[in-house]
């Protein structure tokens, strides 16, 4: 499975983004497809994901941030509102079949750069 993340960039405080990540190599109907990300000088973090299950976020991101997939085009995205300084970040999509994982996911895309300014 390769994954392709995309959608990154700057904006201010109180805007918005939408991340996208394209899978190949095989389809990622039955696999669990998370968002992570790093901050500088910050350890990794999980940020939401997405199964048949269901889906799960971070307390951080909760009522600002939407998880949705397309399994038609194998895709995952992350719909980012309400964005504040904090959520500066490299953004990372993975994919896993085990929902129960909270980290060290399977298969990871590159990442891509959020930024926030105040």
């Known amino acids: 499975v390769q994954l392709q993340a995309s959608g990154g960039g700057l904006v201010q405080a109180g805007g918005s983004l939408r991340l996208s990540c394209a899978g190949s190599g095989r389809t990622l109907t039955t696999y669990v497809l998370g968002w992570f990300r790093q901050a500088p000088g910050k350890e990794r973090e999980f940020v939401a994901a997405?199964?048949?299950?269901?889906?799960r976020y971070a307390d951080s991101v909760k009522g600002r941030f939407t998880i949705s997939r397309d399994n038609a085009k194998n895709t995952v995205y992350l719909q980012m509102n309400s964005l504040k300084p904090e959520d500066t970040a490299v953004y990372y999509c993975?994919?896993?079949?085990?929902?129960?994982?909270?980290?060290?996911?399977?298969?990871w895309g590159q990442g891509t750069l959020v930024t926030v300014s105040s």
């Open positions: 993975a994919a896993d079949q085990n929902w129960a994982k909270r980290d060290n996911y399977h298969y």
């Open positions: 997405i199964s048949w299950r269901g889906t």
